[in-house]
Every structure is written in structure tokens, then in C-alpha cells.
């Protein structure tokens, strides 16, 4: 991922205010290490700090069209770039960068083209003819973008807050899926799939249908010419992807370049389930497995850059981050630049151990949808800048639209967890991929409970966050934590200590505001606290918060017979019945 910092008409084409904008730039270098880029249109900037994924040598930005009069500063992928320069056959290009379709589709088709993009970008694009811009955010908000507003009348857009906090009289969170328009003065949304409305969807599960497009989207993530691996926790989603991208990494461009053999990487400290579980994962896959430790020490040492570059105060986001921050710094080290993760399937699937306690399919629903609305705040922020920070890219598989469209579209009633039909969280996800023929997995991990990040990678991390939070935050402190942060007030003192580090870096009201809050269990929205009683009064965001519901994965799981039924070598696969029908094993 780049670092994009578009500042436009701010009443100023000094050699001054130049200077100002690449000093903040520069502040985004950790995104972008590979090219820096900065085109001026009288008082318009645009600058970029690239990371070289797509043609390194010469997809430097800003990008152009045949003239020039077009200029677009990009942050993103665009997976189906080779197809649109097809139909755009008419038009020059200067690169072979992915990102230079968006100059020439505007040229083609004005504003009204973003819906044609498949991938994930942000990016703002400067028409010189009439000084008009546009600025847009990828469907889900993939990667991240905020807009602020000077005082002078200018708009300021950056990838990160820390390129606009400090020269914006207000600024905030640019919206997932929306078009920003300078003709218009406003924004307007340009992604509206039909789950978004939240209607309860009625479409038969089709397992084979669901493992296509899933393997589809992953396939298209292998789009890359530098080295890439993919994270591997050893739980079901990183482990599907790992398997997804084995089966067809042979066939690919990718492969041609830098050969066959999968790289994966796992963080955890010693003796954690995450490594356990990877390792295993890794060795049935045969891919070269990278296994890196860390201890509490180590983390609670890296929490202030954590919360510098993942840009919140959210107590379950920071706790997650910090293991994948600092296993990024190892994976840049091994010269990779690119890797595929699992993010995005437990709001898409009701993956999140809490869902065992959805009182029926509509309030599922309409929790799964709640959940992807927000991403953008919570794993896709985690994610993107936790890997970025490192000027490494982190590509979501899950997140893809297409996926999503036919996910979503399902009858949420097969989402259901069933224990009494073998279902567990994610049950259809784990079915489309449980094939007695060719296995993607061995059952056990196919059907591996759910293990949040921040607790995969050892329960001792937690606990380690709270006794430091306890022994630097004191009973005073928190007594009067309402006076002095009267929004988004800490309730505990590991927030209270992740919220004064937060605003020592980033102390304006508008930054504040960026951060959701409000009660949570088990990364649960507000509404779903409701479906148990006992959870009012334990609201934790760790897994283990789900009361009567989580596994200790350092034991041996005890899985529904009719989920283990045939753990042999060549498992049995189970046949899918109807909603409310019972399975036999």
C-alpha cells in the first residue's frame, strides 16, 4: 500500500507552501519507501510515497493521462486493470502500473466509473482543464483515507490522519464506498450492493458455488511482481487462504517470477495456539514456513509506535495490531513486499464466538451486516497500517466484492450455529471447503475453533496488557477518567493508558472522533450484547469473553461428533441438508 496527501485549493502556490506539503508527505514514507512523487497546479498538490508492487520500474505517481491534463495520485491494487486497458484500446499508457486505467476511465466516462474498478484503492484525481477533482474510497474501505477541511477553504485528503491533523480546522474519516466530488460539494455513495440495505437475503446455500468464488478472489490477489507470502495463524481463514494459494499459485505470473514454493509467516509467543496450529497447517501444505516469537515485554515496548501508526485507541484493535506490527517488521526484513491474510470472514460469516448466542437469522443478519459496515474502523484499519507501517502490503481475499455479493446473498439461516446439526461458527465457509476427494485441509483445522488474533497468539498477552495498563494507571486516574475524556470515556485501565498515548500524538477533537466506541463483548456491536444477559456485566473484547462458548485451544478441542465423524486421513465428507434438518453422520 501507498501513502497518497492531495491538498487542493488552499489559496497558496508559494515555494512555502510546497515545502509544507512534502515535509507532511514525509510523514507517510513508511507506507511508501520504494519513490516519492509531487505534481503542483497552481494552488492544487498532489503527492505520493509509492511501495512498487505492479511494474516497479516505471508505475511511478503521480500518474497522467495522454496530456497531462489528467493527474491521479493512487493507493491500491486494481485487480482488473489488464481488462479495462482493453477497452480503453484508444488511449496511451505511459506505465504498466494498475492504476493508470482510473486517468483514462474518467477521460471515457467522467465520474461515473468508480463501480467499474475491481479491487481496493483510494485515490484523488485532479481534472486541470476546470480545476474540479475527485477523491474515492474503495467499497469496504480497504484502505484507509480521511478528508479535512483548512480554514482558507482548502480540502485536504491523506491515506493517514498524521498528513492532515496538524493543518486541518476539521477533518475525519473519508467513507468506504463514497465519491468525493468538487462539481458537487459533496459526497455520494457509488457502492450499494444489495445486502447493504440489510433485507434478509433467501438464496439456498450452494457450497461449491461459495468455494469458487472464494478461490476466484484469491487467485486474483496473486497479482504481483515482487516477492509475497501469506499470513498463516493456523486457524480456518488464513488457513484456507494458504490453501487456496497453493493449489493455484503454480499457474500464475507470479509463479514464473519467483517459482512455486508458498512462503507463510505465524507470530505468537512460545508455546502459543496460533504457532502450533500454523506449523502444522504450513507442513500438510508444504510451504516454507516462517515461525517468529515475541514476548509481552516486546509488545508492550512496541505499543506506543502501535498506536502511532494504527492510528486509534481501540483496545481490541491495539491488542491484535501490535503481534502483526511487529511480525511485519520481520517479513520486510526477508525482502518480501506483499502478503495475503484472512481478514474479513467472521463479519461476513457470524465467525465471531458471541454469534453462538444470535436468537434467530434476521438478527444474524443484520449483525454480519453492522460488522462489515464498520470494518473500516477495526481489522481493515489493523491490517492496512500495522503491515504499512513496515512498508508491507496485507491483500484481503475475503473482502472482495464479488465474494461478498455471493456470501451475503445467502440465506442467513445457514449461518445459524447449530450444535445439535454439528454446525459451528462459520459452518458453511468450512463446508464448502470439506472435500473427501481433494482435502484443502485436515478436519481438525478445517473445523478449529474460533481464536481471536490478540488471543491466538497466547492468552499471557492479554493478561500481560492488563497488568502493565494496572501498574501505570491508577485508582484516581480512572475516577475522574470521565472529566478528562468525556468522549469515549475508558472503563478500564488498559484504555485509560492506550488513550493518553493516542492523544499525546494526536490531541485534536477531530482525531478523537475518529475512534468508534461503546460497549462490546467479544467484538460484538451493542445491539448484540442483548442476546445474553450475563454479558452486561463482562465486557471484554478477547474471544474468551463469550462466556460458556470458548475452547482452550492448549487443550484438545472436543469438536460435535458429527463434525469429527471420519478424522481419518481422507476425511468423510458430511452431506448438507436443508435448514432445521437434522445430519446424520
Not at 146 to 170: A, F, P, R, T
Not at 559 to 565: E, S
Request: aromatic share 10%; net charge negative.
Amino acid at each position: 500500500m501507498c501513502g497518497i496527501l492531495a491538498v487542493l485549493g488552499c489559496a497558496d502556490d508559494t515555494q512555502g507552501k510546497r515545502v509544507r506539503v512534502l515535509e507532511l508527505s514525509r510523514r507517510l514514507k513508511h507506507r511508501g519507501p520504494d519513490w516519492s512523487g509531487m505534481h503542483q497546479v497552481g494552488d492544487c498538490y498532489l503527492s505520493h510515497q509509492r511501495l512498487a508492487i505492479i511494474d516497479p520500474a516505471s508505475g511511478d505517481q503521480p500518474l497522467y493521462n495522454e496530456d497531462k491534463s489528467i493527474v491521479v495520485t493512487v493507493n491500491g491494487e486494481i485487480y482488473n486493470h489488464e481488462q479495462l486497458r482493453a477497452q480503453l484500446s484508444s488511449h496511451t499508457f505511459r506505465t504498466g502500473s494498475d492504476c493508470e486505467v482510473i486517468a483514462h476511465l474518467y477521460e471515457e466516462h467522467g465520474e461515473n466509473y468508480i463501480d467499474m474498478l475491481d479491487g481496493v484503492f483510494s485515490f484523488v484525481l485532479l481534472d486541470t482543464r476546470d480545476n474540479s477533482f475527485i477523491a474515492a474510497r474503495d467499497a469496504i474501505g480497504v484502505t484507509p483515507l480521511y478528508i479535512g477541511w483548512g480554514i482558507d477553504g482548502s480540502v485536504w485528503i491523506s491515506s493517514e490522519m498524521k498528513g492532515l491533523n496538524d493543518d486541518c480546522e476539521h477533518f475525519e474519516i473519508f467513507p468506504p464506498g463514497h465519491l468525493y466530488s468538487s462539481k458537487q460539494g459533496g459526497f455520494k455513495r457509488w457502492y450499494n450492493p444489495p445486502w447493504f440495505s440489510e433485507v434478509i437475503p433467501s438464496v439456498p446455500y450452494d457450497p461449491l458455488a461459495l468455494r469458487k468464488a472464494f478461490e476466484k478472489a484469491v487467485v486474483k490477489r496473486l497479482m504481483t511482481d515482487v516477492p509475497f507470502g501469506v499470513l498463516l495463524s493456523g486457524g480456518l481463514d488464513s488457513s484456507l487462504v494458504a490453501a487456496v494459494t497453493v493449489r493455484h499459485l503454480a499457474g500464475t505470473k507470479a509463479a514464473k517470477r519467483w517459482g512455486t514454493k508458498l512462503h507463510s509467516f505465524c507470530v505468537g509467543l512460545e508455546g502459543s495456539p496460533d504457532l502450533k496450529a500454523a506449523k502444522e497447517v504450513a507442513n500438510y501444505l508444504g510451504t516454507m514456513h516462517h515461525e517468529f516469537t515475541f514476548t509481552v515485554q516486546d509488545g508492550i515496548d512496541a505499543i506506543e509506535d502501535v498506536i502511532y501508526h494504527t492510528e486509534t485507541y481501540d483496545v481490541t484493535t491495539i491488542r491484535a495490531s501490535t503481534p502483526m506490527f511487529l511480525m511485519s517488521r520481520k517479513i520486510k526484513s526477508l525482502g518480501v513486499k506483499m502478503v495475503i491474510s484472512g481478514e474479513g470472514s467472521d463479519e461476513i460469516f457470524g465467525g465471531y464466538l458471541y454469534f453462538h448466542k444470535a436468537p434467530n437469522k434476521e438478527e444474524l443478519h443484520r449483525e454480519t451486516c453492522q460488522k462489515i459496515k464498520a470494518l473500516h474502523q477495526y481489522d481493515c484499519l489493523r491490517a492496512n497500517k500495522a503491515t504499512s507501517a513496515w512498508g508491507l502490503e496485507a491483500r484481503v481475499p475475503f473482502l472482495d466484492k464479488e465474494f461478498i455479493n455471493e456470501a451475503m446473498s445467502i440465506d442467513p439461516e445457514w449461518k445459524m450455529i447449530r450444535p445439535d446439526l454439528g454446525r459451528i461458527e462459520k459452518w458453511v465457509l468450512r463446508k464448502a471447503f470439506d472435500d473427501e476427494e481433494q482435502p484443502f485441509l485436515p478436519k481438525h483445522i478445517l473445523y478449529r475453533q474460533k481464536e481471536q488474533f490478540s488471543d491466538g497468539v497466547g492468552y499471557s498477552w492479554i493478561d500481560g496488557l492488563k497488568a502493565h495498563a494496572e501498574s501505570n494507571v491508577t485508582d484516581k486516574m480512572m475516577s475522574n477518567a470521565k472529566f478528562i475524556y468525556p468522549h469515549n470515556t475508558p472503563t478500564t485501565k488498559e484504555a485509560y493508558c492506550y488513550r493518553m498515548i493516542f492523544e499525546r500524538f494526536f490531541p485534536q477533537n477531530s482525531a478523537i472522533l475518529t475512534v468508534p466506541g461503546g460497549p462490546s463483548v467479544a467484538c460484538s456491536t451493542a445491539k448484540a450484547i442483548e442476546w445474553d444477559a450475563q454479558w452486561s456485566g463482562n465486557l471484554d473484547p478477547s474471544g474468551r469473553a463469550a462466556l460458556g462458548v470458548h475452547l482452550s485451544a492448549y487443550e484438545q478441542e472436543h469438536l460435535p461428533a458429527t463434525i469429527m465423524a471420519g478424522t481419518s486421513k481422507k476425511p468423510r465428507m458430511i452431506e448438507v441438508a436443508a435448514p432445521g434438518v437434522a445430519i446424520e453422520s
